[in-house]
């Protein structure tokens, strides 16, 4: 079946690590994204890439490194940098230049203690 | 920047009522899409629209896109508990050769059985 893989689902980690979201998609798409999710806000982008060894930041990059050397694979570094971690993270892949065919993973939520 | 509003912020309704909820912004936007979110899990697309005065359905669902390109609403008629969930707007619009998507709020759906 076709579609995008988040790992894992939840994930603990101490404050000053930094720690790596995945996600893997075979849908093909050449675009990739990262939002953020809180609670009783819409998603905010993190990163984009549409194409391998290629991304750019979105609103709220600081803090967050991506890289993109697959195209199934773009994997989200949450650093030490960023100030409040903790939140619901979304990998989203779509045809390129083609936003409104977005398909989403199923999150990974973020714990920091 | 661009920014979504979307009301109401949560509703609680009787099994088989009705739901109406909409979303304004104050800038333009190229598509509207609408999305919906059950707990732990990702946003599904619910229905696209791509011009303005576009009324689209699918199945229970009824969208449309704005005269002014600047609102969209969402119906859902005959609602059972498995609507329950967050729904979401999202406008689209071109930046530069990225197609950026900004995501509302969110509306909060209980349905009562």
């Known amino acids: 079946d076709g579609g995008i893989t988040q790992s894992p689902k939840y994930l603990f980690r101490k404050e000053g690590q930094n720690v790596t979201l995945s996600c893997e998609q075979n849908?093909?798409?050449?675009?990739m994204y990262w939002y953020r999710q809180d609670p009783g806000q819409g998603l905010r982008l993190i990163y984009y890439?549409?194409?391998?060894?290629?991304?750019q930041k979105g609103d709220i990059a600081e803090g967050y490194s991506v890289s993109r050397e697959k195209k199934e694979s773009f994997p989200l570094t949450v650093t030490s940098a960023q100030k409040n971690p903790t939140a619901f993270y979304l990998c989203?892949?779509?045809?390129?230049?083609?936003?409104?065919?977005?398909?989403f993973g199923p999150g990974t939520r973020l714990t920091v203690l | 920047g661009q920014q979504l509003n979307q009301s109401p912020q949560s509703m609680f309704i009787q099994e088989g009522e009705d739901v109406s909820m909409n979303c304004t912004s104050s800038?333009?936007?190229?598509?509207w899409l609408w999305y919906k979110q059950e707990p732990g899990e990702g946003p599904v697309l619910l229905i696209a629209?791509?011009?303005?005065?576009e009324l689209t359905s699918n199945g229970r669902l009824t969208a449309q896109f704005g005269i002014t390109r600047k609102d969209s609403f969402l119906n859902i008629s005959a609602s059972i508990p498995s609507d329950v969930g967050i729904y979401f707007c999202?406008?689209?619009?071109?930046?530069?050769?990225?197609?950026?998507?900004?995501f509302g709020p969110g509306t909060s759906l209980s349905v009562i059985p």
């Open positions: 890439s549409q194409i391998v060894n290629d991304f």
């Open positions: 629209l791509y011009k303005a005065g």
């Open positions: 800038s333009i936007f190229n598509t």
């Open positions: 989203a892949s779509s045809i390129l230049a083609r936003g409104d065919t977005q398909y």
């Open positions: 999202a406008g689209q619009l071109k930046e530069t050769s990225y197609d950026k998507v900004i």
């Open positions: 849908l093909n798409h050449d675009a």
